[in-house]
């Protein structure tokens, strides 16, 4: 059963600690085997999604909303599943080298591991909610993982920028999950790929496509979300290499390429996707290389990725989602393999400063060579599979139908920025003269070597044999973003055309960037200012006034005052039961009166020992118009057929006045603590509260919404509860919980009283304690 | 007679409100004791006020003769009374010894937690 293989890496998270009392520093080894199996179950598959099957696994969770735990593996989501699984098997052998000895290593192979899980559940789930509940449990564990080094200031701010920037799009995503469950009237993604034509001619079509955008684009960091993706490099760089490039970010690319066939091709769509995707891929690029902490470089080249992938499925055409697939494919194998060299120098030169860096190659060959493949795929340099995903991807912006000239400009310029990224991460550390670093420079261990080793290798194998990835992978992929059967032929020579000349020039442009890196840098210092004013500013400020208006709002409503409180209560129970009363149900006040001269007598002792009560400045006489209330509704009870009612409140009411005769003579005696003016202002808000539930009463007699339940009572009193009072046998029979319920909260109450009664016994005999129960109290 | 109790029950919810917007503590469970003796005859009453006719089985019947007030409500009143009362008893045991350490009967005095 896939759904029980994939969820139980939960289980797995939370034996982490016990494996770790068994295997001690050999844990990350021993759970890379679970994504590793887990990658070779996904590899069985493909055969059968080869083939254009869609493999199910139907599992009902809540059936009567519509909800499931059906997985569904098409082509996008087998390329998305070998994604996690294989990236996550290196990322946590790498964990295993590059957190060596760490304190908390458990923790974030917990974490870690949850994370995997949440985002195969993500892109797996078939059901609109199950999607929604693991997007949001991928948005918690990043939290977890971004503020791993929780004792550092920085690292907290940004792990809740991370959070509050994507889970905040999750409340948006959610609103339109509804709205396009709602449309479409499905709840199963697989279903809703099949009704594109409807849903985009639906009403909902705009206000959904907002929502989900904008979960899509916080998640995936674009323009003008993009800010916390940088910040979220202060997690370990395990998790960056893992969750912000390769994996979590792109969980928002899944999410539009999932819907792509449903809600794909409009020209709102087009629009959005492709402008707001070039956009964010030109600023990536661009603010990358203002940068020369490499783990920022390759962060914000991550945000260019992830805005060239946006724009492509904007794009749409054929050409477009083809590059798209394969352009997923290479930037998650080299820029998995790039974070963890990024890592790897980290750990060993005890920088991230590519200026401080220098003659590295020497000293560690292995990852020299390593970042160079990686990075001429970044480039997208022949022959590397990078340079396939480029090629395509100029081919597609040439054929994009609306903004070509704008989008051609931006991706080029986008192109030429990256190729400098890719020369300054690959080349400054390892070339040039070597530089003092704070540690002394060695070859990492294999374990960190490994994974960026095979990704690397990846991007070379799959340049070299691209049928290797488009005869069955991308073909079924692109067919799911597609929606229908999709050819792809890759190849790495497409002949002399206008993207190879584009791809030259930029090239050239790069490597002159390159060499003027430290003088451009300068200039665009210049800037500064100008980006400090960035949509990053707007989130602090956001930040700032959620603090502000809690801060004031709390000093006006939770003041302290009771009265202040239950005056608010009271306004809105008016406002409320006045507002549907008036002006939904003109009150239909039926008036046939039929009173009886000792009634009326009974009615107004009580009516009058309520108002007495309110108004005497006598505790006695409170008391006193307390009880010939009580007294007075206890006749009444009885005149009006109700005997148990009358017993039981002839019992309390006497019980209650002893009990305030008891304790009310020994509080002090009433003062009169309020102003003339609080008295009318709160003699007329008790009175409109008089007024409302008198008519409330009346309009309630006329109106049975429902056919009442009692009749049932009645009749099977006898018969089948063997009581001939069937108030009784309501109370011990049909709603013996209720009475269950009732004791308890009496023997409650009694503890309570006999508590506070005994804390006072003990406090005279020993005057010391009472020092501390006063400030307790 | 349900419009007679309809205004009856008015005049007992506005005391209550009255009474509970009081700075003074007794006050204010006064004003609770008014409530809830209000709310329960708002429930008795909306269901219908018959006169004579007690929810009972004669003796040898599997079912009453005439029509019978609806027992339901009562039932329903019956557990809130009970329930009134185990709240009124908490609350004034709990008023009493609120002063003990307050020494005020003022609900403005016990609204700093540190005293």
Redesign the interface.
């Known amino acids: 059963m896939m759904q029980l293989a994939v969820l139980s890496g939960f289980v797995l998270a939370a034996f982490a600690p016990l494996l770790h009392r068994w295997f001690g520093a050999g844990t990350s080894f021993v759970l890379a085997a679970f994504p590793a199996a887990l990658a070779l179950g996904f590899l069985s598959l493909m055969p059968a999604v080869m083939d254009g099957e869609v493999v199910t696994y139907a599992v009902e969770w809540v059936p009567s909303l519509g909800m499931s735990l059906t997985f569904v593996i098409d082509g996008l989501s087998l390329l998305f599943a070998l994604l996690i699984t294989v990236i996550g098997t290196f990322v946590l052998i790498y964990a295993g080298g590059y957190l060596k000895g760490h304190p908390d290593l458990v923790r974030f192979h917990i974490v870690l591991v949850a994370f995997m899980v949440s985002m195969l559940g993500l892109v797996l789930a078939d059901g609109l909610i199950t999607l929604f509940v693991f997007w949001e449990l991928t948005s918690i564990t990043s939290y977890l993982l971004i503020g791993f080094n929780h004792a550092d200031l920085e690292a907290r701010k940004s792990a809740r920028q991370g959070l509050f920037v994507t889970v905040g799009g999750g409340l948006a995503l959610m609103a339109g999950l509804v709205m396009l469950g709602t449309a479409g009237g499905s709840w199963s993604l697989a279903e809703l790929g099949t009704m594109g034509d409807v849903l985009r001619e639906h009403d909902l079509y705009a206000p959904l496509l907002i929502c989900l955008l904008l979960g899509a684009f916080t998640k995936s960091a674009q323009f003008p979300f993009h800010f916390w993706l940088p910040n979220a490099m202060a997690a370990p760089t395990p998790v960056s290499a893992y969750l912000h490039s390769a994996t979590m970010v792109k969980a928002g690319i899944y999410l539009m390429a999932r819907l792509q066939p449903s809600l794909g091709g409009t020209e709102m769509w087009i629009g959005i996707l492709s402008v707001v995707g070039a956009f964010t891929m030109f600023t990536g690029a661009f603010l990358a290389i203002r940068h020369t902490n490499i783990k920022k470089l390759l962060a914000y080249s991550t945000i260019m990725a992830l805005g060239t992938l946006t724009m492509l499925l904007g794009i749409g055409t054929e050409g477009a989602l083809i590059a798209f697939v394969t352009f997923l494919l290479a930037h998650s194998l080299y820029k998995g393999a790039l974070f963890m060299v990024a890592g790897i120098l980290d750990h060993e030169t005890g920088t991230k400063d590519v200026t401080a860096m220098g003659g590295l190659r020497s000293l560690m060959p292995v990852t020299a060579l390593v970042a160079m493949l990686a990075a001429l795929s970044l480039a997208g340099i022949p022959p590397l599979f990078g340079f396939i995903a480029k090629e395509l991807m100029f081919e597609s912006v040439l054929e994009a139908g609306a903004f070509r000239w704008l989008i051609l400009l931006l991706a080029f310029s986008a192109a030429f920025l990256t190729i400098g990224v890719a020369a300054i991460v690959a080349l400054r550390p390892f070339f040039g003269e070597r530089r003092a670093t704070p540690r002394v420079a060695h070859e990492a261990p294999v374990s960190m070597l490994l994974g960026p080793a095979v990704l690397a290798v990846l991007s070379l194998l799959l340049g070299l044999v691209p049928v290797l990835a488009s005869m069955g992978l991308l073909t079924a992929a692109a067919s799911a973003v597609m929606g229908e059967p999709v050819t792809v032929s890759l190849s790495l020579w497409h002949g002399v055309n206008l993207p190879l000349i584009l791809s030259l020039v930029s090239l050239a442009l790069g490597y002159v960037l390159f060499r003027q890196w430290d003088r451009v840098r300068a200039r665009l210092a210049r800037l500064d200012p100008l980006i400090a004013r960035g949509p990053e500013s707007g989130y602090d400020a956001f930040m700032h006034w959620i603090t502000v208006v809690s801060d004031w709002q709390t000093r006006i409503l939770q003041n302290?005052?009771?009265?202040n409180y239950?005056?608010v209560m009271?306004l809105t129970l008016i406002a409320l039961i006045g507002n549907s009363l008036l002006l939904r149900h003109s009150p239909e006040?039926a008036?046939h009166?039929?009173?009886r001269f000792h009634?009326?007598v009974v009615?107004s002792l009580?009516?009058m020992g309520?108002?007495f009560?309110?108004i005497t400045r006598s505790?006695l006489s409170?008391v006193v118009s307390?009880g010939i209330?009580?007294f007075s509704?206890a006749l009444?009870?009885i005149?009006?057929?109700?005997?148990?009612?009358g017993i039981?409140?002839l019992l309390?009411e006497t019980?209650?006045v002893i009990?305030?005769v008891l304790?009310?003579f020994?509080?002090?005696r009433?003062?009169t603590?309020?102003t003339p003016l609080e008295r009318v202002r709160?003699?007329l808000?008790?009175?409109c509260?008089?007024?409302?539930?008198?008519?409330l009463?009346?309009t309630?007699?006329g109106i049975d919404q429902f056919v009442?339940?009692?009749g049932y009572?009645?009749?099977n009193?006898?018969?089948l509860a063997h009581g001939?009072?069937?108030?009784n046998v309501?109370?011990v029979d049909y709603?013996a919980l209720?009475?269950l319920g009732?004791i308890f909260?009496?023997a409650?109450?009694?503890i309570?009283?006999i508590a506070?009664?005994k804390?006072?016994a003990t406090e005279k005999s020993k005057p010391a304690s009472k020092e501390k129960?006063?400030?307790d109290? | 007679m349900e419009p007679v109790m309809a205004v009856a029950i008015g005049l007992l919810y506005a005391a209550a409100i009255f009474l509970m917007l009081r700075r003074s503590i007794v006050k204010l469970v006064i004003g609770l004791m008014l409530l809830s003796n209000a709310a329960n005859l708002l429930i008795f009453t909306s269901a219908g006020m018959t006169r004579g006719a007690p929810p009972l089985i004669p003796e040898g019947l599997a079912a009453p003769l005439g029509p019978v007030a609806d027992p339901l409500p009562q039932a329903v009143v019956l557990t809130a009374i009970v329930i009134a009362f185990g709240v009124l008893a908490f609350a004034v045991v709990l008023i009493r010894r609120a002063y003990e350490i307050v020494k005020a009967d003022d609900l403005d005095k016990m609204k700093e937690t540190d005293t």
Do not use: C, H, K
Request: aromatic residues 6%.
């Open positions: 302290g005052y009771m009265r239950l005056m009271v006040i008036f009166l039929d009173v009634e009326v009615v009580m009516v309520a108002l009560a309110a505790r409170a307390v209330m009580g509704i009444t009870f005149l009006f057929s109700a005997p148990d009612l039981t409140q309390v019980l209650t009990l305030l304790v009310l020994r509080l002090p009433f003062a603590l309020s709160d003699f808000v008790a009175g509260v008089g007024v409302l539930i008198t008519l009463v009346l309630a007699w009442p339940i009692s009572m009645i009749e009193s006898v018969t001939r009072n069937i108030v309501i109370l709603r209720d009475t009732e909260v009496l409650l109450a009694a309570g009283v506070m009664l804390l006072r129960e006063s400030t109290g």
